[in-house]
């Protein structure tokens, strides 16, 4: 889906009140409690509360290790885009879109084969604008965050 140019590792998570539940993310290791998220934890986002996702792609993360799993103490900086969510078959029109997003500095995340993560840069061109627009228009469940 995306090509990486520098290493990466994982790391699993815990899930806020939910006693047990993990989630293993791909992160860029900064420090020994300090990394970037290569993905977005979907389980630490709870789309029905959380106005935005607590933690997202290209997010810093300060994060306390623990036994089995580390935790998520802060972020550290947010990475400047807009995240939007919906549901979309793959196409020809998707594709384009998100090859152009990843040109502009942004990242796309496909998830169940039909949950697309689009996000955007602050910084995006109007042709990156004007695309997403029309995309989100034939979406039925759009959520931009």
Do not use: K, Q
Request: aromatic share 4%; with cysteine; charged share 30%.
């Amino acid at each position: 889906m995306r090509e990486r140019a520098v290493p990466e590792d994982v790391i699993t998570l815990a899930v806020p009140d939910v006693p047990g539940m993990t989630e293993t993310v791909r992160i860029t290791r900064l420090d020994a409690r300090t990394m970037r998220l290569e993905e977005t934890p979907l389980f630490l986002w709870n789309a029905e509360v959380d106005e935005e996702p607590s933690v997202r792609w290209g997010d810093v993360v300060e994060v306390e290790p623990g036994e089995r799993e580390d935790r998520v103490v802060r972020v550290l900086r947010r990475m400047p885009v807009t995240t939007y969510t919906m549901t979309v078959a793959p196409n020809a029109v998707i594709d384009a879109l998100c090859a152009r997003l990843v040109s502009e500095g942004g990242m796309w995340e496909r998830v169940f084969g039909s949950l697309l993560i689009l996000h955007v840069p602050d910084t995006c061109s109007d042709e990156v604008e004007t695309a997403l627009t029309e995309v989100l228009a034939t979406s039925s469940d759009e959520e931009s965050r």
